[in-house]
Nanobody, 121 residues
Framework: QVQLVESGGGLVQAGGSLRLSCAAS????????MGWYRQAPGNQRELVATIISGGNTNYEDSVKGRFTISRDYAKNTVYLQMNSLKPEDTAVYYC???????????????WGQGTQVTVSS
């Protein structure tokens, strides 16, 4: 079984910073990409940032220049450094991993349980 465990959410004032972490564990043969999504009340889940095995990153337009995604390949961990936070960043943030559990498995998408980020004005 694959598990993704997130940490680092919380309450912060506008302009502040938070760092989210997500560690993948269990049966993992290869991780193709990891990323962060978020879902605010009444909204659909949206992509925030992704990082693929080669190190290329992709960001949602509203977080460019403020958020940075990074990955520790040895620890199967992905981070999201969030600076200059705004009230509109308030959401539940979910970690995602695109991986192959075993050499013979098809790749699949796995999700963490989510961590709440609340930005007060």
């Amino acid at each position: 079984q694959v598990q993704l465990v997130e940490s680092g959410g919380g309450l912060v004032q506008a302009g502040g910073s938070l760092r989210l972490s997500c560690a993948a564990s269990g049966s993992i043969f290869n991780i193709n990409a990891m990323g962060w999504y978020r879902q605010a009340p009444g909204n659909q889940r949206e992509l925030v940032a992704t990082i693929i095995s080669g190190g290329n990153t992709n960001y949602e337009d509203s977080v460019k220049g403020r958020f940075t995604i990074s990955r520790d390949y040895a620890k199967n961990t992905v981070y999201l450094q969030m600076n200059s936070l705004k009230p509109e960043d308030t959401a539940v943030y979910y970690c995602n991993a695109d991986l192959n559990p075993t050499r013979w498995s098809l790749r699949g998408a796995y999700w963490g349980q989510g961590t709440q980020v609340t930005v007060s004005s």
